[in-house]
């Protein structure tokens, strides 16, 4: 099922003409505001500006923190470590971070999907949602999805 595009995605083409002796491109974009941070949003087909050495788009913070949190969640359910302490001393982080990020691991299944597609709400940052992300997903739903 394709998703419809979201609030302030760009659908426009690219153009190009002159201007006496310039060339004008005019590439449609609008501006996000992603975790306390304004970043360009071009339209699909546009290569966007940072890109890893593969060709793909870097990850995002959010992103980086939900692969944390799923792959620290399973590593407490598998037996690897006994605890969020436990796995604080493994790999040799802070508890409370391990505590606030594995929480993410209780983010509504396809709402977590659409943040790790870089479609996260505008204003939403990942030290908030660290933090008053509520464990019912009807409660979640409310919140981040305006």
């Known amino acids: 099922m394709k998703r419809p595009p979201k609030k302030g995605t760009i659908t426009a083409k690219p153009t190009v003409h002159r201007e006496g002796d310039a060339i004008v491109i005019d590439i449609p974009m609008a501006l996000r505001h992603r975790g306390g941070r304004k970043e360009i949003v071009l339209p699909p087909g546009i290569a966007p500006f940072a890109e890893s050495a593969a060709g793909e788009e870097a990850p995002t913070a959010l992103a980086l923190a939900l692969a944390r949190a799923f792959r620290w969640q399973e590593m407490i ?59 019912e997903w009807d409660e979640q739903r409310l919140i981040l999805v305006k």
């Open 77 to 135: 359910e598998s037996g690897e470590a006994e605890s969020n302490s436990d796995l604080a001393r493994k790999l040799k982080l802070d508890h409370s971070y391990i505590a606030r990020t594995i929480r993410l691991a209780s983010l509504v299944p396809d709402l977590a999907e659409a943040f790790l597609d870089g479609q996260e709400p505008d204003g939403l940052s990942l030290r908030s949602l660290r933090r008053d992300l509520p464990l």
